[in-house]
């Protein structure tokens, strides 16, 4: 399968981080690209990740392990998405399994990448502050559920 045209990776940063496509190409150009096939694994439960990845291809999910030993879907991505935010801290472990669900392509930054980004443009730290309270709402929903 080949690699994403490049302006539809940059659309998608454009998107991701409501960034105008100049600075998503100058965003873009900072990551590794890669891509996944169905059932790969992108992150693994238990790694630390060095990375933050935006999803441009395909679709994965996170699933975990629960207590009591069944699969739980924690997380569907689509492209656009990002995850494997907590390698910015570069103190979290992932506790579950980013899979590829389908083909999908990944860019993946580097954790000190990312936080450069972050500190040269509000937009990008805007995203992920959106993100961040996202996951806090899922993870709050979910408690009560």
Known sequence: MPAT????????????????????????????????SPKSTILHSGARSDAVYVLVEGRAQAIALSFDGRMVLVQDYQPGDIFGEGAISGTVTAFEDIVAVSESEAGQFRSAVFVGLIESHPCVALAVSRLLTKRLGQANRRMVE
């Open 5 to 36: 045209a490049p302006h539809r990776a940059e659309a998608l940063i454009a998107d991701a981080f409501c960034c105008s496509p100049e600075l998503a190409a100058v965003i873009s150009g900072k990551a590794d690209y890669r891509r996944y």
